[in-house]
């Protein structure tokens, strides 16, 4: 059975359910004011559509940026690129008048050459307020990009040298890079490379649900990575198990297993003032698949504690409603379904997590 075919069963029987109310939900909920930022990939399928016509003549920063205030949110993240240049001043301003702050989301630098474009962008995001920007260095998922330890080991090995290329344009430039923990590197190997590099300029972006792919438990990474914490990509994550492994899907606030009110202390007591950027991705579940030689390839000293921790979560905290198969929704289904993710993760975070 294909993830597609396995997804549909999993939600043909109940997505008719729960959609038809989608649009008066998202209607009904109103705005929270939090000290929580949205990340572009929330509204993915909104900015993929012209926003379904709503912020017309807007950039795609721009239009983030009034969603979010309107929503109730304290900032962006947002990728930033040429077409944003003419508007930079526009953002700052209107970001300034909204008492809201900007983050960015920029590549490194691919070779030695490419420093110039990485120093453009960053002079580009410090145009729009930015002070950080979050990167990734390494592509794809690990347990599906790479056939073979060794391969990892050569693009892990291209990370570093990216960052390595970024770290005297951050500094001269005084500039914060946030490399996230994007199911490549698992947690030592994540921070043998931030210290290495032993940087004021680099630090890292926490994912708080990413590494649980990695068979990871979320609050040993939160830990490990607080004390170089930079920004945080926050969000919740339902898990199933499946033939193959497991579903993964983000969830609005307070619907997953993750322990979000620890989540949020661990990094506060490290970070005081660090900002939480919703990254509630809309999309069909993943699967992760824990029970496939393949999947073993690039991690084979995984402790077994870690497996067996990761099998006891996936047994005591599985998802009991049916997953959405998002792709197969209309469109007008997946933007309200994606909208009320992000109000209903916003008045969570409002209500019961205390970032007000």
Known sequence: MTRRDALLALTSSTAGLLLPGAPALAAQAGPRKTTMGIVTYAFGIHQKNNWGGRHPGLTPALALL???????????????????APNSAELRRRADAYGMYVEASISPPKSAEDSSRFEEDIRLAQACGATLAR???????????????????QYEQRGLQSLQWAEPVLARNKFRLAVENHKDQRM??????????????????????????LLEDPLDTVRAYAPWAFTVHFKDQAVRENPTGFWFADVALGQGFLDLPVIIRVLQAAKPGIHFNLETITRDPLNVPIMRNDYWLTMPDTPGSQ?????????????????????????????AFELRNVQQSVAFAHDRLGLV
């Open 66 to 84: 009034e969603e979010s205030h309107q929503l109730g949110a304290a900032g962006i993240q947002v990728d930033l690129g040429r077409t944003d």
């Open 135 to 153: 990167t990734v260095i390494m592509p794809g998922r690990r347990y599906e990009q790479f056939k073979s330890l060794a391969e990892f080991r």
């Open 188 to 213: 030592a190997e994540k921070l043998a490379t931030i210290q290495r590099l032993s940087s004021e300029f680099i630090g890292i972006c926490v994912d708080v649900g990413n590494s649980f792919t």
């Open 307 to 335: 497996l067996a921790r990761a099998l006891q979560i996936l047994k005591t905290q599985a998802y009991r409603k049916e997953f959405v198969l998002v792709s197969q929704l209309s469109l007008k289904h997946q933007l």
